[in-house]
């Protein structure tokens, strides 16, 4: 495998390379070796789960609870004749 280095990187840049890592899990070597793959290949690396992602979200910012309302009867069907 190949190394490379690389110079004169903001130091925003590598401060979002940090926080995109950690959010997911991942060292920022590895954030920064899934980034490179996605870019020069047309695949995306693994499918992509919504509900996962968006559980991912939201979920520091804390669940609520709703009230599920009672159910009525069903209207009466239009009668289109």
Do not use: C
């Not at 968006?54 to 004749?81: N, T, Y």
């Amino acid at each position: 495998m190949a190394s490379i280095t690389i110079r004169n990187l903001e130091d925003d840049v590598k401060a979002r390379l940090r926080l995109r890592a950690a959010e997911h899990q991942r060292s920022m070597e590895e954030e920064a070796r899934i980034i490179l793959r996605e870019t020069v290949t047309d695949e995306k690396i693994g499918p992509r789960d919504l509900v996962k992602f968006i559980h991912e979200r939201f979920a520091p910012l804390g669940g609520v609870e709703l009230e599920i309302p009672q159910r009525g009867p069903m209207r009466e069907l239009p009668d289109f004749s």
